[in-house]
């Protein structure tokens, strides 16, 4: 009979075992910063951090937070470290972290989230100031700089636009639409970072939540105020309706995900089914789900379906 090895040799991970435990906790310190100088990668840069924040304590985010600036600062341009900076302390560290005090998502991201617009808002008046200007002429400044850098690329997609409506009236239009396009793109780097966190985290999130998701019933009614703003012409009334209407049309488009979510559940349909309908949606469906998730306020189509 041969008898079994001591419990001591037994447990002692192999070579590649111990690399990986050696290599993966440390990716947490380096991987956001390289993640960040992709464009492809820069919306899920924070979800390194999230990860370790949601299974470790505060001062050990803090570090790699710190860590991924410096490596952040070492390979990459400096004017891109105060956003990369934002986006960890916001969605990577501080999110999580509310998640944890909480216990429940959406109170831990409407505080998390509102603390970031008004964190980038101040640091956007520092920087004009430093110019001596208001915020407003420097973003004029910043947009009109950035749109002659890109109309003199070779096969630039914006030259077209530029040449059809003059650059007056391409950078107006972008002045116009920066809140929105700004606090959007928030909106969907919390949501990817969050959705991508409890597909890796076993027990973070079940799909029952993403099913669950719903707008408080008093938003119908700034968005009806918004969208009656649309009618004072070019007035300041009509700019804070235009983009402060495409944010609350953002966040019913996710509740009309949420709807469309409900329904995969209860049909029992795989994961690559719900890829291609997702996909689907966000490609050709974009104003049907939006559709769903603002009149499912009045009509509640989980309520009223998902029963039959």
Known sequence: MINPAPLKERATPGLM???????IPGLYFVLPAFLFESGLFLLLSPLPLFL?????????????????????FAFQDKA??????WLWSIVGVGFPILIKKFGKIVPAAAISFGIGLVVFYM???FVSLQDNVGVVEFLKRQIAFNLESLVQMPDSPIQK?????????????????????VIISYLAVFWLNLLAASRIVKGFLTRSFWAGYKNPEWLVWPTLIFGTGFAFGKFALYYISLNA????????????????SFFLNKLKVPSFGRVVVYVGGFLVGSPLILSLGFFDQWFDFRK?????
């Open 123 to 125: 640091t956007l008046t």
């Open 80 to 85: 891109w470290i105060p956003l990369a900076f």
């Open 161 to 181: 636009l530029v040449e059809e409506q003059g650059k007056d009236s391409v950078r107006r239009e972008i002045l116009d639409q920066f809140p929105s396009v």
């Open 17 to 23: 075992t111990r690399v990986a435990l050696f290599i």
């Open 52 to 72: 370790l924040t949601l299974k470790n304590t505060s001062w050990i985010s803090l570090l790699a937070l710190v860590t991924n600036s410096v490596v952040l």
């Open 245 to 260: 209407g495409k944010f609350l049309l953002a966040l019913y488009f996710l509740q009309g995900l949420s709807i469309i």
């Open 304 to 308: 009223k379906f998902g029963q039959s």
